[in-house]
């Protein structure tokens, strides 16, 4: 089991950036998925990035351009770079891992990954 921690949220006014790490732990490296999805009350899970080691990052097309998906592989640690950060970027954001699949076509289905974290709040004020 993958035990995922993140860090890195706050509070910013719109234009303004933040960093999010997501450190992993009890991990088997290949293949993999790893991905950040946000989450507002009400609202069901939304994936924003995705990398895994066969494909290049995948966004959501509202976060392209504005957000950085990568990884440390040597700490074990996703980070997602978040800039020119709008209101609606305001989310609870989780990461997500599953082992022994690489991303494939379903990288953006909450349903198809088995460890989380506990969530990191990010606020964006206009």
């Known amino acids: 089991q993958v035990q995922l921690l993140e860090s890195g949220g706050g509070s910013v006014q719109a234009g303004g950036s933040l960093r999010l790490s997501c450190a992993a732990s009890g991990y088997t490296y290949s293949p993999y998925c790893r991905a950040w999805f946000r989450q507002i009350p009400g609202n069901e899970r939304e994936g924003v990035a995705a990398?895994?080691?066969?494909?290049?990052?995948i966004y959501a097309d509202s976060v392209k351009g504005r957000f950085a998906i990568s990884k440390d592989n040597a700490k074990n640690i996703l980070y997602l770079d978040m800039n020119n950060l709008k209101p609606e970027d305001t989310a609870m954001y989780y990461c997500a891992a599953r082992v022994g699949r690489y991303c494939d076509d379903d990288y953006f289905e909450a349903a198809k990954y088995n460890s989380w974290g506990q969530g990191t709040q990010v606020t964006v004020s206009s």
């Open positions: 990398i895994d080691s066969l494909v290049g990052p």
